[in-house]
């Protein structure tokens, strides 16, 4: 089985709908913005951030949303305001574009738009008697069929959002493996 993932699926909804096609990981700020905070738990609490400012009506409400979401103990739970603040602001410097569209509470809506992404491969896979798992927004598929899986992906994210949404895979399915290359043989053995 293998993974294939949507990146920064809401993320990227959110973008299409601003006109603008995401590229790279929209998370990663590579500023050290938080003295003493390490670049990926970084990355981590801005995507939470994000993700919680789109589904939240109010500033106040994410920050404390996202501050409720970590269990006690955890650094995030001491982060005040105005840190929080200097994450967002790094976060729109590089995707200005979303700023007039956090706060607004959009969740619902793009978990529909996800849900008919879903029912588009899934039903694809189905009519061919092939079992495909999807895990939040992303979906697990035998490792034969992961090309197949990914421009799936593509046709029902362009049928949804009126684009092909980006897609990451920490491994390559077989059916992405040049049949020549020296490792192919190793990879199917």
């Known amino acids: ?46 995507k939470k951030l994000v993700l919680t400012a789109i589904n939240a009506g109010t500033k106040d409400a994410a920050f404390k949303g996202l501050r409720d979401g970590f269990s006690t103990g955890h650094a995030a739970k001491t982060l005040t305001n105005v840190q929080l603040e200097t994450l967002l602001a790094a976060f729109l410097e590089r995707s200005p574009h979303l700023a007039g569209l956090l706060f607004k509470d959009h969740g619902v809506r793009l978990m529909y738009l996800d849900s008919q992404i879903s029912e588009w491969v899934h039903r694809h896979f189905s009519d061919q008697g092939v079992p495909v798992l999807s895990v939040h927004d ?26 092909a949404l980006p897609t990451a895979n920490e491994y390559l399915g077989l059916d992405e493996w040049d049949p020549t290359a020296e490792h192919f043989q190793d990879y199917v053995a």
């Open 1 to 46: 089985m293998v993974e294939v993932d949507f990146r920064g699926l809401h993320i990227s909804l959110l973008s299409l709908e601003a006109g603008v096609q995401l590229t790279g990981d929209p998370y990663d700020v590579s500023d050290r913005l938080l003295g003493g905070v390490p670049a990926r738990l970084q990355r981590d609490l801005i």
């Open 138 to 163: 992303s979906y697990l598929i035998d490792y034969t069929r992961v090309g197949e899986l990914k421009r799936v992906m593509a046709v029902a994210s362009e049928a949804v959002a009126g684009a």
